[in-house]
């Protein structure tokens, strides 16, 4: 009997703990220092083009990164190495990342859940910059208060050439189109009139959801309104950004033959 209440007693300490665990684990966002908004100042990044490493202590060691700047912006953050656990970690750099590079700030929400981790990333990413010069205030600063993903910079990785108008305009209708995106091909519904795209439809597509709203919702309306596909690249959805210009293009041929 004693045995058996003993057993019991472990069973219900095991329920308890993961109960606890699992609670804390809700993917809330929470503010990570917990700073009043202050206007960013133009240039903030204050640091020569050029790649820089940091390192940050997270959760179970430390974590180092390597952020590109070229024209006064990040470009580009990469995770060299770290110890935390895969998921979680996993889990902050995909959301933190895009987040830090759209904003050009690291004054940005942690996910609850893994705040050690996200710390660690942020904190290794300002000690990239502020070793570099970065003023590690104006650096924490958000872009004017909240700068949606959609205004990020452009960061150009490799080049499309979209197609131009046809010296006798587009053939009027509705064309299919394909482009490579990063998870996979991203299928479009393209309309034209004869001097240019008047609509744009998303057939497919396999993206993140997060990167696919970055770049879509930024970058179609901005087709639609100039009639082109030479649009800004949208910064941290790089590769949804050209997949989407690569479709459109690929529409746009067909628009010109009629096919």
């Keep these: 009997m004693k045995i058996q209440n003993n057993v019991i007693l472990v069973l219900m300490s095991l329920i308890i703990a993961l109960t606890i665990v699992s609670c804390d684990r809700n993917w809330e966002q929470r503010s990570i220092w917990a700073r009043p908004v202050i206007e960013q100042v133009e240039g903030a990044i204050g640091v020569p083009d050029g790649v820089y490493t940091g390192v940050g202590n997270a959760y179970t060691g430390e974590i180092t990164v390597e952020v590109t700047i070229a024209g006064d912006a990040i470009t580009k953050i990469e995770v060299l190495a770290h110890t935390d656990t895969a998921s979680f970690a996993n889990s902050v750099f995909t959301a933190l990342i895009p987040e830090i590079e759209a904003r050009q700030s690291t004054g940005v929400d942690l996910t609850a859940?893994?705040?050690?981790?996200?710390?660690?990333?942020?904190?290794?990413?300002?000690?990239?910059?502020?070793?570099?010069?970065?003023?590690?205030?104006?650096?924490?600063?958000?872009?004017?208060?909240?700068?949606?993903?959609?205004?990020?910079?452009?960061?150009?990785?490799?080049?499309?050439?979209?197609?131009?108008?046809?010296?006798?305009?587009?053939?009027?209708?509705?064309?299919?189109?394909?482009?490579?995106?990063?998870?996979?091909?991203?299928?479009?519904?393209?309309?034209?009139?004869?001097?240019?795209?008047?609509?744009?439809?998303?057939?497919?597509?396999?993206?993140?959801?997060?990167?696919?709203?970055?770049?879509?919702?930024?970058?179609i309306p901005a087709m639609e309104e100039s009639g082109s596909a030479e649009v800004d690249i949208v910064s941290g959805a790089t590769s949804s950004s050209y997949g989407l210009i690569e479709a459109v293009t690929d529409a746009a041929y067909g628009a010109e033959f009629g096919e």
């Design 113 to 219: 859940g893994a705040t050690s981790t996200a710390r660690g990333l942020v904190e290794a990413i300002e000690d990239a910059l502020v070793s570099a010069g970065a003023d590690l205030d104006n650096l924490r600063a958000l872009a004017g208060g909240a700068a949606p993903a959609a205004a990020a910079p452009a960061a150009v990785v490799r080049h499309i050439d979209p197609w131009p108008i046809p010296d006798d305009g587009f053939i009027p209708g509705t064309y299919e189109g394909w482009g490579e995106g990063f998870g996979g091909m991203i299928g479009v519904l393209v309309t034209f009139e004869d001097d240019g795209i008047v609509g744009i439809e998303i057939l497919e597509h396999s993206e993140t959801p997060m990167f696919a709203s970055m770049a879509f919702d930024a970058m």
